[in-house]
């Protein structure tokens, strides 16, 4: 497993760098890994950004005079979607637990837990944050994660697979889309406004033929 520990990478750059429409969705990235070094998002996120508002936050985010992950929760006005990497993905449910007001959704992309461990990271998930993941159900926030396999030929990147991969982002913005009018919610995901139900649809428009493409390659 590739080791997030260098904090000369993400000392780079910005800690968090923010591009999209201001009134979209949106979605707030916690990345230990360090990308988006040159206040840039990485070039496969950067067609989400014209229907979406993203956060991208190169932990950690509390360096110098930098805004905390809970700053930036606390000043969006409406309710996010956490997409978290790695080591990322329990500091993010427990935010999503300490601020159920402020996120919709929370989706972990090889999730692994912070203080390391030798079991493989999916049976940590599965097992350390059932209850955590059921009490945010409960609260109506969805929560999701997949794991990349090292036998995918698709990848070809030791897990975790970093955040700009093309099969990552390919992923995450279909779990993203299952959630949108999810019945089984206290709520749907999004709020009725024509605005950002016409954002998903343009980014459901957008990679639909791609994510297509990619069901049919590992199909």
Known sequence: MRDFGDDAVRSAGPAVVWHGPERAPVVLVLDPAGEAKHDELPATWRPLAEHLRIGWCRLPAESGEAPSVEDLLGSIRQRVHLVAAATAAEPALRLADEYADRVRSVVAVDPAPASGGESPPSDWWD????????????????VAAFVSRETDLAVRVEPPVPLGHPDVVARVVQLLLSFQGDRADPEPVEPERAELAGAWQA??????????RARRRRG
């Open 127 to 142: 097992a350390a944050t059932g209850p955590r993941r059921q009490r945010l159900l409960a609260e109506g926030v969805r």
């Open 203 to 212: 980014v459901r428009d957008r990679v639909g033929p791609a994510l297509e």
